[in-house]
């Protein structure tokens, strides 16, 4: 009897274990990504089940305890991966062990970004020519001169025209921070470097015109980089003529924290001999830039840095200019006293959230932003200058010097202008994925946006000019009284509010053996606290791709862009500030062909677009050098339209090069702007504002009408080239060529149509030959130290190969009768630069 009651609470007592032990089992694992790098953090769920979890260690392994004889649905979820499920069912104890592969949507986000983007007016530019885009800028804007839409005039500067749209209406982002142009510039051989540092960049999109609801209120287009997040220890370096750069990354050992440094450093002293003002320039322009991430199972920390500071100093010498025709060919010689010096320093800093949640259809993002810019350029320059006639007679032993002289006169140029201006914002974004697929795939989500941003402008202006002519100043204006030209003294203190938001869906549907459509639909709204003006911008596109043999894709697009003024838009020529201004309006229709083919066996692309744009509400302005004077008045409307073709792909194996055309013009009609054209007594029409003894004998009132804008220009051609050497694979070339008609310019008045005259047309060609000196097959690598390089290369560049003389602005002079004289100032001449590009670390390049 006793042994019968112990047996009984024996079993009462371990019972419950027996129970557990049944109807339980055990499941470990180790979970990677498919370079084999495990996933530390990352949460493994059962589905319906939330409170049976497991996390994984930094080595990426787990072990759970789960419900056995059930199948159940496992989730794997973690911010750096692909959500994935897999189904599973154990028996009563047993003991499994299940090795997994995720994949790393953080690696692979371009590849899944680019089908998209390629459904929208948006493209994707390979980073890959990054490092062998030639010219002298050395700016990551480089890889723009041969894309569609995109007009840039101006080698050393980083600004650039989409489509008839000055360098104002272009927005730039680097990982959603919105980046900012100096304001103070007035000349690209002053302007240093661009925000984005080609070295840390992991993707670039762009759009030259019917852009999504989601990016910001800009006219013209939208540039999108991202910096990558690196997987492996790596750096490098390069050095040349004009500057140099290096950079380092890497990551920890489970890629949970990773960090990006770069510093550039640019003196265009070198390039800037090649000029025709001669003196002793002292450009210095550097910056430092870090991205940092660190991941958590749902959340991800990042943090953008950057530091810049771009000085000019000059002391100018002397400058001969030649210019004018084959039959009245002249000289300008000017003699200079003074120096200028000019800063432009900015300190930029964000912090961004992005948290995934355990619903796996959902992304958010809060990001907290601040820029700062501390400005001034300061300058007294003093020049005496002569005008002379050259001989044109072919036949005279003085053929081509001076023959007489025109007149003599002397010019100053006074400025102390000094500007601070803040920019903070605080913003969310969000994204919520729905994918079913089935027989016919469905995706569709919706993104939503909301922004604060607050601005503060600090601004002290002094500046003007003196003409003078054989010792006598010239009067401007009254005849009886003798005046500065081009006077602008102000001090200005602007602190305003902005609040902005956006809401877009996008459907997709496609089948196996129908067609494939998508569109996408969004609404932005923006208030503007200084001209109390609320805006409302609708924009939407469609995508068809047809069921056919050939990879074809047709697209339309259309939409409201406003651009509410900022600074410069509200500061007119003299200084004053409008702020009642209200926003530029532009109405994009475009229509898309884009084709996907092979030629040689190798992969191209072409695409084609039309557009047409309405613009009301314009603000005019005139453009000097990078310097862009607006008028502060809403006085103009006008229209836009063009068609822009490109074509790129492997048309030498294993390198890719593109070419673009365009076709091109933009249009506005100033409110008011009208003139009278006077006649003498015979008949004969004399010019406004011409002195003559004519007796005016009869007038009439014109009124211009449409006049083209600064920026318009009919025809345009990019080109980028690369091939190898015959016979010397490891010798690459890359030829970039561009053709620019001549852009509208007038006499230095604000009188928008008299500027019908036209700059010559720009015609450029950099070539580079680059030399792999050590690749991962040299010999050198068996070497201790050298072993560590994944390549150097050795570049030889010549740009402006053919010295074509540019010209990029003028210089007006008078003479004592005040006959005026246009002085073109030419761009860089042709030059010979040396780099050098090393690279360390990382994955070894194939």
């Given at each position: 009897?006793?042994?019968?009651?112990?047996?009984?609470?024996?079993?009462?007592?371990?019972?419950?274990?027996?129970?557990?032990?049944?109807?339980?089992?055990?499941?470990?694992?180790?979970?990677?990504?498919?370079?084999?790098?495990?996933?530390?953090?990352?949460?493994?769920?059962?589905?319906?089940?939330?409170?049976?979890?497991?996390?994984?260690?930094?080595?990426?392994?787990?072990?759970?305890?789960?419900?056995?004889?059930?199948?159940?649905?496992?989730?794997?979820?973690?911010?750096?991966?692909?959500?994935?499920?897999?189904?599973?069912?154990?028996?009563?104890?047993?003991?499994?062990?299940?090795?997994?592969?995720?994949?790393?949507?953080?690696?692979?986000?371009?590849?899944?970004?680019?089908?998209?983007?390629?459904?929208?007016?948006?493209?994707?530019?390979?980073?890959?020519?990054?490092?062998?885009?030639?010219?002298?800028?050395?700016?990551?804007?480089?890889?723009?001169?041969?894309?569609?839409?995109?007009?840039?005039?101006?080698?050393?500067?980083?600004?650039?025209?989409?489509?008839?749209?000055?360098?104002?209406?272009?927005?730039?982002?680097?990982?959603?921070?919105?980046?900012?142009?100096?304001?103070?510039?007035?000349?690209?051989?002053?302007?240093?470097?661009?925000?984005?540092?080609?070295?840390?960049?992991?993707?670039?999109?762009?759009?030259?015109?019917?852009?999504?609801?989601?990016?910001?209120?800009?006219?013209?287009?939208?540039?999108?980089?991202?910096?990558?997040?690196?997987?492996?220890?790596?750096?490098?370096?390069?050095?040349?003529?004009?500057?140099?750069?290096?950079?380092?990354?890497?990551?920890?050992?489970?890629?949970?924290?990773?960090?990006?440094?770069?510093?550039?450093?640019?003196?265009?002293?070198?390039?800037?001999?090649?000029?025709?003002?001669?003196?002793?320039?002292?450009?210095?322009?550097?910056?430092?830039?870090?991205?940092?991430?660190?991941?958590?199972?749902?959340?991800?920390?990042?943090?953008?840095?950057?530091?810049?500071?771009?000085?000019?100093?000059?002391?100018?010498?002397?400058?001969?200019?030649?210019?004018?025709?084959?039959?009245?060919?002249?000289?300008?010689?000017?003699?200079?006293?003074?120096?200028?010096?000019?800063?432009?320093?900015?300190?930029?800093?964000?912090?961004?959230?992005?948290?995934?949640?355990?619903?796996?259809?959902?992304?958010?993002?809060?990001?907290?932003?601040?820029?700062?810019?501390?400005?001034?350029?300061?300058?007294?320059?003093?020049?005496?200058?002569?005008?002379?006639?050259?001989?044109?007679?072919?036949?005279?032993?003085?053929?081509?010097?001076?023959?007489?002289?025109?007149?003599?006169?002397?010019?100053?140029?006074?400025?102390?202008?000094?500007?601070?201006?803040?920019?903070?914002?605080?913003?969310?974004?969000?994204?919520?994925?729905?994918?079913?697929?089935?027989?016919?795939?469905?995706?569709?989500?919706?993104?939503?946006?909301?922004?604060?941003?607050?601005?503060?402008?600090?601004?002290?202006?002094?500046?003007?000019?003196?003409?003078?002519?054989?010792?006598?100043?010239?009067?401007?204006?009254?005849?009886?009284?003798?005046?500065?030209?081009?006077?602008?003294?102000?001090?200005?203190?602007?602190?305003?509010?902005?609040?902005?938001?956006?809401?877009?869906?996008?459907?997709?549907?496609?089948?196996?053996?129908?067609?494939?459509?998508?569109?996408?639909?969004?609404?932005?709204?923006?208030?503007?606290e200084l001209n109390g003006q609320f805006l409302l911008s609708p924009r939407a596109s469609f995508a068809y791709k047809p069921n056919s043999k050939r990879d074809i894709l047709l697209k339309a697009a259309t939409g409201l862009y406003h651009q509410p003024p900022f600074y410069r838009e509200l500061r007119d020529v003299y200084g004053n500030v409008n702020k009642d201004l209200k926003a530029q309006n532009s109405f994009h229709f475009l229509l898309g062909y884009d084709l996907n083919f092979k030629a040689w066996r190798r992969p191209f692309k072409f695409i084609a677009e039309v557009y047409y744009k309405?613009?009301?509400?314009?603000?005019?302005?005139?453009?000097?050098?990078?310097?862009?004077?607006?008028?502060?008045?809403?006085?103009?409307?006008?229209?836009?339209?063009?068609?822009?073709?490109?074509?790129?792909?492997?048309?030498?194996?294993?390198?890719?090069?593109?070419?673009?055309?365009?076709?091109?013009?933009?249009?506005?009609?100033?409110?008011?702007?009208?003139?009278?054209?006077?006649?003498?007594?015979?008949?004969?029409?004399?010019?406004?504002?011409?002195?003559?003894?004519?007796?005016?004998?009869?007038?009439?009132?014109?009124?211009?009408?449409?006049?083209?804008?600064?920026?318009?220009?009919?025809?345009?051609?990019?080109?980028?080239?690369?091939?190898?050497?015959?016979?010397?694979?490891?010798?690459?070339?890359?030829?970039?060529?561009?053709?620019?008609?001549?852009?509208?310019?007038?006499?230095?008045?604000?009188?928008?149509?008299?500027?019908?005259?036209?700059?010559?047309?720009?015609?450029?060609?950099?070539?580079?030959?680059?030399?792999?000196?050590?690749?991962?097959?040299?010999?050198?690598?068996?070497?201790?130290?050298?072993?560590?390089?994944?390549?150097?290369?050795?570049?030889?560049?010549?740009?402006?190969?053919?010295?074509?003389?540019?010209?990029?602005?003028?210089?007006?002079?008078?003479?004592?009768?005040?006959?005026?004289?246009?002085?073109?100032?030419?761009?860089?001449?042709?030059?010979?630069?040396?780099?050098?590009?090393?690279?360390?670390?990382?994955?070894?390049?194939?």
């Amino acid at each position: 009897m006793a042994s019968r009651c112990i047996r009984l609470l024996f079993i009462l007592f371990f019972s419950p274990v027996f129970t557990f032990a049944q109807g339980t089992a055990t499941l470990s694992g180790k979970i990677t990504f498919f370079d084999k790098e495990p996933i530390p953090e990352l949460t493994v769920i059962v589905k319906g089940m939330p409170k049976i979890r497991a996390v994984t260690n930094s080595r990426g392994e787990f072990t759970i305890q789960l419900p056995a004889d059930t199948t159940l649905t496992l989730q794997f979820r973690h911010i750096s991966v692909k959500q994935t499920e897999k189904t599973i069912r154990l028996i009563a104890g047993e003991v499994r062990m299940l090795n997994i592969e995720l994949e790393d949507i953080m690696l692979n986000t371009v590849d899944i970004e680019d089908k998209d983007k390629r459904r929208k007016f948006i493209i994707q530019i390979p980073i890959e020519v990054l490092p062998v885009q030639v010219g002298p800028s050395q700016d990551i804007n480089n890889v723009l001169r041969a894309e569609i839409g995109v007009v840039m005039t101006n080698e050393l500067s980083s600004g650039y025209s989409v489509r008839g749209g000055n360098y104002d209406e272009n927005l730039v982002y680097v990982n959603d921070i919105e980046v900012y142009r100096p304001f103070l510039v007035r000349s690209g051989q002053q302007e240093g470097l661009s925000f984005a540092n080609p070295d840390l960049v992991s993707s670039i999109f762009f759009s030259a015109g019917g852009f999504e609801a989601k990016y910001g209120d800009k006219m013209s287009s939208v540039m999108d980089i991202t910096y990558k997040k690196p997987t492996n220890p790596a750096g490098s370096f390069s050095a040349s003529l004009l500057g140099g750069s290096f950079h380092v990354e890497g990551a920890s050992e489970s890629r949970l924290f990773t960090w990006l440094i770069g510093a550039r450093q640019k003196s265009s002293q070198y390039l800037l001999t090649a000029l025709d003002t001669k003196g002793e320039f002292k450009p210095s322009f550097y910056d430092v830039q870090t991205f940092i991430t660190q991941t958590w199972s749902e959340w991800q920390l990042n943090v953008l840095g950057n530091i810049s500071s771009n000085r000019y100093h000059i002391i100018p010498v002397t400058r001969q200019s030649d210019f004018g025709t084959v039959n009245e060919a002249l000289r300008l010689t000017v003699y200079w006293d003074g120096q200028e010096i000019d800063a432009y320093r900015s300190y930029m800093g964000a912090v961004s959230m992005i948290n995934r949640p355990e619903k796996k259809d959902l992304a958010l993002r809060y990001i907290f932003s601040a820029f700062h810019t501390s400005e001034y350029e300061t300058f007294d320059l003093l020049g005496q200058y002569r005008l002379d006639a050259l001989e044109t007679d072919l036949g005279k032993d003085n053929f081509g010097d001076v023959a007489y002289n025109l007149g003599i006169g002397g010019l100053l140029h006074h400025a102390r202008n000094f500007l601070n201006a803040s920019v903070f914002s605080a913003e969310h974004k969000g994204t919520k994925f729905f994918d079913r697929t089935n027989e016919i795939k469905r995706e569709k989500n919706y993104e939503w946006g909301i922004r604060y941003q607050y601005e503060l402008i600090e601004d002290r202006l002094n500046e003007w000019k003196m003409f003078d002519s054989s010792g006598y100043s010239l009067p401007q204006g009254d005849p009886g009284m003798i005046e500065l030209q081009d006077v602008v003294k102000s001090q200005i203190d602007l602190g305003s509010s902005r609040l902005s938001g956006y809401g877009q869906y996008s459907y997709t549907k496609e089948t196996k053996d129908t067609a494939e459509i998508s569109f996408t639909a969004g609404l932005r709204a923006s208030w503007w606290e200084l001209n109390g003006q609320f805006l409302l911008s609708p924009r939407a596109s469609f995508a068809y791709k047809p069921n056919s043999k050939r990879d074809i894709l047709l697209k339309a697009a259309t939409g409201l862009y406003h651009q509410p003024p900022f600074y410069r838009e509200l500061r007119d020529v003299y200084g004053n500030v409008n702020k009642d201004l209200k926003a530029q309006n532009s109405f994009h229709f475009l229509l898309g062909y884009d084709l996907n083919f092979k030629a040689w066996r190798r992969p191209f692309k072409f695409i084609a677009e039309v557009y047409y744009k309405y613009l009301d509400n314009l603000v005019p302005y005139e453009v000097d050098n990078v310097r862009i004077r607006y008028y502060a008045q809403n006085l103009a409307h006008g229209h836009a339209a063009g068609i822009d073709m490109k074509v790129n792909g492997e048309f030498v194996k294993g390198v890719e090069s593109w070419f673009t055309m365009s076709v091109m013009t933009i249009r506005e009609d100033v409110k008011g702007d009208s003139y009278y054209d006077y006649y003498n007594t015979d008949g004969v029409k004399i010019r406004p504002g011409y002195t003559t003894n004519d007796t005016i004998a009869d007038s009439a009132l014109v009124f211009p009408g449409f006049v083209p804008r600064p920026t318009d220009q009919l025809v345009t051609f990019g080109l980028f080239f690369q091939d190898y050497l015959p016979r010397l694979p490891r010798c690459k070339m890359h030829l970039n060529l561009q053709f620019g008609s001549g852009l509208p310019f007038g006499p230095p008045s604000f009188d928008r149509y008299k500027d019908t005259l036209r700059y010559p047309p720009y015609r450029r060609a950099d070539i580079g030959f680059s030399y792999e000196l050590i690749s991962d097959s040299s010999k050198f690598f068996k070497r201790k130290f050298l072993r560590h390089f994944n390549s150097i290369w050795i570049t030889a560049e010549v740009y402006n190969l053919f010295a074509t003389n540019n010209t990029i602005s003028y210089l007006w002079i008078r003479d004592v009768t005040n006959r005026q004289y246009a002085i073109p100032n030419y761009l860089s001449r042709r030059l010979i630069n040396i780099r050098m590009i090393a690279r360390i670390g990382g994955k070894k390049e194939k």
